[in-house]
T-cell receptor, first 113, second 111 residues
Framework: NAGVTQTPKFQVLKTGQSMTLQCAQD?????MYWYRQDPGMGLRLIYY???????DKGEVPNGYNVSRLNKREFSLRLESAAPSQTSVYFC????????????FGSGTQLSVL | SQQGEEDPQALSIQEGENATMNCSYK?????LQWYRQNSGRGLVHLIL?????REKHSGRLRVTLDTSKKSSSLLITASRAADTASYFC???????????FGKGTLLTVNP
């Protein structure tokens, strides 16, 4: 099993450009999450999807949108990238809706110039 | 802040020694989870302890939880160089069980 797969692994954007980070899991998990990790800040939740067809804001949702395309896929979109969005982005999934035992992807390192 | 906070921020030990990391939190929890992150990789779940549990073991890992002190500790016994990583505690709390992560402890195990 591949687990949680994120693409791309690296991306450089110019301010104002848009892009979509893709995430797919093959574990038949119900819940999926997007986090960002910044030095000295730990992981912060951007958006999550407790089940197919539902999405909710996390701690830092401004500047992002998400789509739970189906049970497997959960994408994160930056409509107009800003330097403050330079970060490492992680997608994760878990079997239930109770945020237990998250499985993480390997991350996307995004730089916005 | 409702985050779990780890202590120390960094820890350097020799192979074979034990490593202890602590996590404190401010509000009540449903469970507390520990994760490991190797450099440049995603997080890996290590162990989960529920609010009504006091101690759990998994291999060389031992986690304790003291809800009266709002703190947890992760003990890694007989450490190996491969244990070098950042360790995060994550607290699950509130009616929606949202998970919030601390800033991590960087553990370096020297051969």
């Amino acid at each position: 099993n591949a687990g949680v797969t994120q693409t791309p692994k690296f991306q450089v954007l110019k301010t104002g450009q848009s892009m979509t980070l893709q995430c797919a899991q093959d574990m038949n998990h119900n819940s999926m999450y997007w986090y960002r990790q910044d030095p000295g800040m730990g992981l912060r939740l951007i958006y999550y999807s407790a089940s197919e067809g539902t999405t909710d804001k996390g701690e830092v949702p401004n500047g992002y949108n998400v789509s739970r395309l189906n049970k497997r896929e959960f994408s994160l979109r930056l409509e107009s990238a800003a330097p403050s969005q330079t970060s490492v982005y992680f997608c994760a999934s878990s079997e239930g809706v109770w945020n237990e035992k998250l499985f993480f992807g390997s991350g996307t390192q995004l730089s916005v110039l | 802040s409702q985050q779990g906070e780890e202590d120390p921020q960094a820890l350097s030990i020799q192979e074979g020694e034990n490593a202890t990391m602590n996590c404190s939190y401010k509000t009540s929890i449903n469970n507390l989870q520990w994760y490991r992150q190797n450099s440049g990789r995603g997080l890996v779940h290590l162990i989960l302890i529920r609010s009504n549990e006091r101690e759990k073991h998994s291999g060389r890992l031992r986690v304790t939880l003291d809800t009266s002190k709002k703190s947890s500790s992760l003990l890694i016994t007989a450490s190996r160089a491969a244990d070098t990583a950042s360790y995060f505690c994550a607290r699950s709390g509130g009616s929606n069980y949202k998970l919030t992560f601390g800033k991590g402890t960087l553990l370096t195990v020297n051969p």
